[in-house]
């Protein structure tokens, strides 16, 4: 198949220098997920050379869908909400706003996103755009994969001893009545904090078909402002959520004419068109 707009692609290159940052814990052994969902599970078919006198490899893998990296579908705590492959494409990017909560966090391993957080955000940097992935930053990201550590407990098979800072539903809330944003996520196990028992975050957002996300990575890899991040889940039918491939894109060159930026604008939606397109053949 071919895409004649290719070489205005290899142009963007020379004329605006994208950086692309992975935010995405790997799926592996080490995968970690709520207690009570199956381990992962990674099987070689075939890994070897052929009679044929070419290399073959063929794997088969199993996951449950709330593991690592991975996409909370707003069916997850909501019945009637979205389903994983019913999430409209455009909900799945956005500008990146990440809230950083690490000083916070560090005095109060049980820390709550607040409204105050919110608007210290938006005082900094503006007001969250329409569309906007907005994640907590709480550092915690650099305790993967060590599961104890993780869930701060020597028992992480117990989630009554879980101890880790997600979003307050406060916080939440106000963004689904003041803001429009597609996604709420967290560098964390959950978007919950570790000892929520009643989980009223993920009501929250499952009732108003807003994507959650979940173990989010790198975080301070990119700049609390200026990026565009994608949450490419996989389109599971019927799913609740799904392992998902989180990456951001920044524009490293700044430009300030008006052509300049029209036209890395609509070179931008078509690379989404692109990337997305390729993960949902």
């Known amino acids: 198949m071919m895409f004649p707009w290719i070489p205005s692609l290899c142009f963007l290159t020379v004329c605006s220098s994208l950086r692309i940052v992975d935010l995405t814990h790997e799926q592996n052994h080490a995968t970690i997920y709520w207690p009570g969902n199956p381990s992962y599970n990674f099987t ?3 890994r070897n050379s052929t009679n044929g006198g070419y290399w073959y490899e063929s ?3 199993a996951t449950a869908e709330h593991g690592g990296t991975h996409v909370d ?3 997850h705590f909501y019945q009637g909400g979205w389903r994983t492959q019913q999430i409209p494409m455009e909900k799945l990017v ?3 706003v990440i809230i950083n909560v690490k000083a916070k966090v560090s005095a109060n391993y049980d820390y709550q996103v607040t409204v105050q957080d919110i608007m210290d955000w938006e005082n900094s940097h503006g007001q969250i755009p ?3 992935v907005v994640l907590m930053n709480s550092g915690w990201s650099d305790k993967y994969p060590d599961k104890n550590a993780v869930f701060s407990t020597t028992t992480p098979n117990d989630p009554n001893t879980f101890h880790f800072p997600g979003w307050h539903v ?3 809330t106000w963004l689904t009545k003041n803001r429009k944003v597609h996604v709420i996520g967290v560098d964390t196990p959950s978007t919950d904090y570790g000892q929520s028992k009643t989980f009223p975050t993920h009501v929250v957002l499952g009732k108003n078909n807003i994507i959650g996300v979940e173990n989010v990575g790198f975080l301070d890899r990119i700049p609390e402002s200026g990026s ?3 949450v490419a889940v996989v389109k599971l039918s019927d799913g609740s959520g799904g392992p998902a491939r989180v990456f951001a894109m920044i524009d490293e060159n700044q430009c300030t004419s008006g052509s300049d930026s029209h036209f890395r604008h609509v070179l931008s939606v078509i690379l989404i068109m692109l990337i997305f397109g390729l993960f949902n053949l």
């Open 170 to 172: 406060d916080a939440v």
């Open 44 to 46: 070689i078919i075939y």
């Open 94 to 96: 956005g500008k990146g």
């Open 228 to 230: 565009t991040i994608f």
């Open 73 to 75: 579908s707003p069916a």
């Open 130 to 132: 329409d569309g906007a």
């Open 59 to 61: 794997n088969s893998f």
